[in-house]
């Protein structure tokens, strides 16, 4: 069987994610991502009947199962001075971070 992810693909990868890997390592993560890769191709040959709703553990996930929305509160985190002054920059209050390029994939 052909490995999804090439080589060269897997480079690309890890280009894209800004990640230096030596060469064992990057191998042996491309090998593992092959292999899952596989899995998911295994899980999705299963046959499933389209009237089988969703389920969480086995439990059918509806109203009467499923925990009530947790209600949304704002807060500011006490340290938060001292986060800033972490920060290599900041403007108005809020931490600069740098641009992230965008580039079409193929």
Known sequence: MTDKISPEDFDRLTDLASLEL???EAEY???????????IEILESI???????TA??????DE?????PREDISRQDP????I??????????YIVVPDI???ELD
Request: proline share 8%.
């Open 101 to 103: 390029s965008y580039e």
């Open 79 to 82: 340290n938060r001075e001292e």
């Open 22 to 24: 030596p060469a064992d």
């Open 84 to 93: 800033l002054k972490q920060a290599p920059e900041l403007e108005d209050g």
């Open 29 to 39: 993560l491309r090998k593992e991502l092959n292999n899952q890769m596989i899995s």
């Open 47 to 53: 046959p499933i009947d389209a009237e089988i709703g």
């Open 64 to 68: 009467l199962n499923s925990a009530a």
């Open 56 to 61: 969480a553990h086995g439990i059918p996930y």
